[in-house]
Structure formats: structure tokens, C-alpha cells
């Protein structure tokens, strides 16, 4: 089993920054990447942001590209999302989730991923 458990959530200003922690527990060996989701009110869950648990891989969607960025500490078992220039469309509550699929192409699917934490909110006001 894996645990992941998000953190840093909060209430910003549009062009704020925020940095969303997710910290990884149990069988983290078993991991291969870490994935960063979000669901705003009355929408789909979306893929915001992955990562290999090694490192030597991302991905990021279109939405996000350039403005968020996805990275690892493997020594503290956590994975960061740094989130600049805010609008409030980033408004949403955003998932952690951890695939033990060894996929290169699948990164983007929701049902890739084994185990999912319980979010946290992010809230952008213009």
C-alpha cells in the first residue's frame, strides 16, 4: 500500500504563487511516477502535472506549461508542485496520486493511478 497526503493549499490573489506539497508513505519503492490532478466545481477531474518517482521525466498540461512546475525530493519521500502567475481558472481542489504502471504515454489518465489523497483547495480571486 502507498499513502499520499497533499498540503499547501490556500486562498491567493490572481499572479500569486502557491507550492503544493505531497508527501508519499508505505511501499514508495513500488511507485514509478506521481501525478498532480485538479476538479473545480461542477468539472471532470484533469491532469495538471506528473513526474517519474526517479526524476528524469515530467509532463505537464497545455493549461500549465511554463507557469507550474513538478519536482522531487526522494530523500523526504515528496513531491512538489510550484504554481506562479495564478488566474482564477488554477481555482480547484488538486489531487495527488501515485501509479505503480510503468507507462511513458499514459501519464494524462486518471485511471493509471493507483492511489489518490484527499486534496487541497486552492482558491484564486481576481
Known amino acids: 500500500q502507498v499513502q499520499v497526503v497533499e498540503s499547501g493549499g490556500g486562498l491567493v490573489e490572481a499572479g500569486a504563487s502557491l507550492r503544493l506539497s505531497c508527501a508519499a508513505s508505505?511501499?514508495?519503492?513500488?511507485?514509478?511516477?506521481l501525478g498532480w490532478f485538479r476538479q473545480a466545481p461542477g468539472k471532470e477531474r484533469e491532469f495538471v502535472a506528473t513526474?517519474?518517482?526517479?526524476?528524469?521525466?515530467?509532463a505537464y498540461a497545455d493549461s500549465v506549461k511554463g507557469r507550474f512546475t513538478i519536482s522531487r525530493d526522494n530523500a523526504k519521500n515528496t513531491v512538489y508542485l510550484e504554481m506562479n502567475s495564478l488566474t482564477p481558472e488554477d481555482t480547484a481542489v488538486y489531487y495527488c496520486?501515485?501509479?505503480?504502471?510503468?507507462?511513458?504515454?499514459?501519464?494524462?489518465?486518471?485511471?493509471?493511478?493507483?492511489?489518490w489523497g484527499q486534496g487541497t483547495q486552492v482558491t484564486v480571486s481576481s
Open positions: 496520486a501515485a501509479s505503480q504502471t510503468k507507462s511513458w504515454f499514459r501519464f494524462a489518465d486518471i485511471n493509471l493511478y493507483d492511489y
Open positions: 508505505g511501499r514508495t519503492f513500488t511507485i514509478f511516477r
Open positions: 513526474i517519474t518517482w526517479s526524476g528524469d521525466s515530467t
